[in-house]
């Protein structure tokens, strides 16, 4: 199972709108599990992971895409992820 995580913020319009383009491929994909997180309620946890301002993507709890990536190079990085679990 790989978790997808969006980290956005309420109101924010970019965020809006790529969060479902992206969240399609990911849910599209098996083994996939897609979180939202919303930074002003997880901010410890955000800081952490290196994000620096929202929307961004962790992949199993690593900052993958510290800017939002298109729907494609989700989808490629979500499938060469898939392919090397056990």
Do not use: H
Not at 29 to 36: F, Y
Not at 40 to 59: F, T
Not at 60 to 67: M, W
């Amino acid at each position: 199972m790989i978790l997808v995580e969006i980290f956005s913020t309420p109101g924010c319009g970019k965020c809006t709108e790529a969060r479902e383009a992206l969240k399609a491929v990911a849910t599209g994909l098996e083994a996939v599990r897609w979180r939202e997180v919303n930074i002003l309620d997880e901010l410890d946890y955000a800081v952490d992971l290196g994000v620096l301002s929202p929307p961004a993507i962790a992949i199993d709890g690593e900052l993958v895409f510290p800017t939002l990536p298109g729907a494609e190079r989700l989808r490629r990085e979500l499938v060469r992820r898939l392919a090397r679990k056990p």
